[in-house]
């Protein structure tokens, strides 16, 4: 079943197991359990140390497989086939049910051994999702170290039936002990921090003891990542303020423009910019938002939402952006319930079904593209006069037979029926007219917005709300660099980001010399 390569590595991993694992199937005689049958079967023959035997647990869902140890209830269980983006997912759970050390700090941990109670975690995942992972592997882990956690993937292809029940349009979107626990990208700390009622005022504590910075940088994107690493190969005393680190990559799915390498993934090229952060010495500070910034001519202190506040002879600003909203009647009560941004991620939960993409640039036109090949119909609404994409979008998009472009449409109101998106109004610009679109979702790709809601009054700002800089990344304070797509630069690309976080990291490090002297 697997592809050559693929099994061959998955057999290198399987001889890192300490113990013996079980897998428990619960099979019945549909096609996916059949594919299921064949995986597992082509596993458990690759090791020893792996033992596949039939569930007799007629209350799981089928098809679907446990992994567990002997004698031990499951606490890992696959409800679909992990493959795609979730192949690593159990690739994962094999491993560290089987002995194998997890990647994990020893605070972190014994963070989730001394969680107590009993939690039922569920995540309905599409194997399509580039986010569904990270939240998939952190709640696998957190099984796998505390008994008294249990978790299930479910794909919610496979479970059609459970998806209209619980009216799930969103992935990943994940139920804690029967009840909606979040939607969308977590990580292990952001769920811990959930669970852990304390987490924010330990962490507050925790840095309030921190030695003032020569660098504190504000973000945890490509730019700030690169201005991390330019600055720690100074030699001087860098930190990171992260909420979550990646930034929009881990929303980005193709990357084919980053030289050098041909294609890529946002998660994949997030992941591999955080381990070499982490390389370095530098002092990364996660799930953290920035709330103030004040100087006293010395020392910059940067205030954070959990009360802590941090000193710092340079601040580099790199919060970056996020998805820009339409800002109408219905959107924020329909967000996760028929409104979305990531066609990727939650294109799957509408198979058969007729959407709207609102949006004529690059994204838009290319979630039109990829949305059509798994929806009824695709809606494109753009409010100028015509597409904005590259010509060879626009090209593709044309030979679409289910597709419909709407130019000069302005989306004015998301209608639904209290629990989900029923429908879109939009005015005809051109006429005048308003009319209405029967629709089961919306895809919401109009760009960006900086995050500089906090810098409002501290640091200069473009009409835009970016922040303003100069040819060296310095802004209206003394000693506050900036970098990425929270600033003024006119193309906002990955490539360009990280180089306007190198360079305002050598700004920051000339900066401190001409201050020491």
């Known amino acids: 079943?697997?592809?050559?390569?693929?099994?061959t590595q998955l057999k290198g991993y399987l001889a890192n197991l300490q113990h013996e694992i079980v897998l428990a199937s619960s099979l019945d005689n549909s096609a996916k359990s059949v594919e299921l049958a064949e995986l597992l079967n082509e596993i458990a023959s690759m090791s020893s140390l792996v033992t596949l035997i039939q569930s007799d647990d007629s209350s799981e869902r089928t098809p679907s497989f446990a992994v567990t140890r002997p004698g031990e209830s499951a606490s890992v269980r696959f409800a679909g086939l992990p493959l795609g983006h979730e192949f690593t997912s159990l690739v994962l759970a094999l491993l560290h049910i089987g002995g194998h050390p997890m990647k994990l700090d020893d605070d972190m941990i014994a963070q989730v051994k001394a969680i107590e109670g009993e939690f039922h975690f569920e995540t309905y995942i599409s194997l399509s999702c580039q986010n569904c992972p990270d939240v998939v592997q952190a709640l696998n882990m957190m099984s796998v170290l505390n008994?008294?956690?249990?978790?299930?993937?479910?794909?919610?292809?496979?479970?059609?039936?459970?998806i209209e029940t619980r009216q799930i349009m969103s992935v990943p979107t994940v139920y804690f002990n029967g009840e909606v626990f979040g939607q969308g990208r977590?990580?292990?700390?952001?769920?811990?921090?959930?669970?852990?009622?304390g987490a924010d005022q330990k962490a507050a504590e925790k840095i309030n003891k921190k030695n003032p910075f020569d660098v504190l940088i504000i973000g945890g994107g490509p730019a700030a990542s690169a201005a991390a690493i330019y600055a720690s190969r100074k030699g001087i005393r860098t930190g990171i303020v992260s909420e979550r680190f990646g930034g929009q990559l881990n929303d980005t799915l193709a990357i084919e423009n980053f030289i050098s390498v041909q294609e890529t993934e946002g998660?994949?090229?997030?992941?591999?910019?955080?381990?070499?952060?982490?390389?370095?010495?530098?002092?990364?500070?996660?799930l953290q938002r920035a709330k103030t910034m004040s100087s006293n001519g010395d020392q910059i202190t940067v205030e954070l939402e959990n009360g802590a506040s941090l000193q710092s002879q340079s601040v580099i600003i790199s919060t970056g952006a996020n998805w820009r909203e339409l800002g109408i009647p219905g959107e924020e009560q329909y967000r996760g319930h028929g409104v979305a941004y990531c066609p990727h991620c939650d294109g799957?939960?509408?198979?058969?079904?007729?959407?709207?993409?609102?949006?004529?640039?690059?994204?838009?036109v290319e979630a039109a593209i990829d949305l059509a090949g798994l929806v009824n119909h695709v809606t494109l609404l753009e409010y100028a006069d015509e597409l904005k994409a590259d010509a060879i979008l626009q090209t593709k998009l044309a030979t679409l037979s289910n597709v419909t472009v709407n130019t000069s449409a302005q989306s004015t109101e998301v209608l639904g029926d209290d629990s989900k998106v029923t429908g879109l109004v939009y005015i005809d610009r051109t006429s005048g007219d308003e009319k209405n679109i029967d629709l089961a979702g919306i895809f919401v790709q109009i760009g960006l917005l900086p995050n500089t809601d906090w810098l409002k009054g501290i640091v200069d700002l473009s009409e835009y709300g970016e922040v303003e800089v100069d040819d060296h990344a310095r802004t209206s304070m003394e000693g506050v660099f900036a970098a990425g797509d929270v600033t003024t630069t006119p193309y906002k690309q990955i490539t360009i980001a990280m180089g306007d976080g190198a360079k305002a990291a050598l700004s920051a490090f000339d900066y401190l010399i001409r201050q020491e002297n």
Do not use: R
């Open 1 to 7: 079943m697997l592809e050559a390569n693929i099994s």
């Open 147 to 162: 008994s008294g956690i249990s978790h299930v993937m479910i794909d919610g292809g496979l479970y059609p039936d459970e």
């Open 186 to 197: 977590m990580t292990l700390p952001e769920i811990v921090a959930k669970l852990d009622s």
């Open 267 to 286: 998660p994949k090229l997030a992941s591999a910019i955080e381990q070499q952060v982490k390389s370095y010495d530098v002092d990364i500070m996660e």
């Open 348 to 364: 799957p939960l509408y198979k058969g079904k007729d959407v709207a993409v609102v949006g004529g640039g690059n994204s838009g």
